[in-house]
């Protein structure tokens, strides 16, 4: 059993940053690999980001593409999300997600997860 806890979301004025804060436990932290997600009201969740178990690789939705940064602390087991010159539409809650199975890889799929998170809001304002 992976438990995780994010951390960090608030308001922030378009333009402005926040770093989000995933703490997990419960399994060897370097085993998998983390993602996060986001859901907006009345949309679908959708893929934002994954880093390898190693932090060797990287991968980003469009969306994020040049704003975002994934990062991983394996000592202590923490992910995390640098996000930079927010707009509004990058409102939504976020949610960190660990890769299922022993394997080396960067899944973009909500499907490829097992566990995931509670959620924290991030709202940017205009």
């Known amino acids: 059993q992976v438990q995780l806890v994010e951390s960090g979301g608030g308001l922030v004025q378009a333009g402005g940053s926040l770093r989000l804060s995933c703490a997990a436990s419960?399994?060897?932290?370097?085993?998998?690999?983390m993602g996060w997600f986001r859901q907006a009201p009345g949309k679908e969740r959708e893929f934002v980001a994954v880093?390898?178990?190693?932090?060797?690789?990287?991968y980003y939705a469009d969306s994020a593409k040049g704003r975002f940064t994934i990062s991983r602390d394996n000592a202590e087991s923490t992910a995390y999300l640098q996000m930079n010159s927010l707009k509004p539409e990058d409102t939504a809650v976020y949610y960190c997600?660990?890769?299922?199975?022993?394997?080396?890889?960067?899944?973009?799929?909500?499907?490829?997860?097992?566990?995931w998170g509670q959620g924290t809001q991030v709202t940017v304002s205009s």
């Open positions: 419960g399994r060897t932290f370097s085993t998998y690999a």
């Open positions: 880093i390898s178990w190693g932090g060797s690789r990287t």
């Open positions: 997600a660990t890769s299922r199975g022993n394997i080396d890889y960067t899944p973009l799929a909500a499907g490829a997860y097992d566990y």
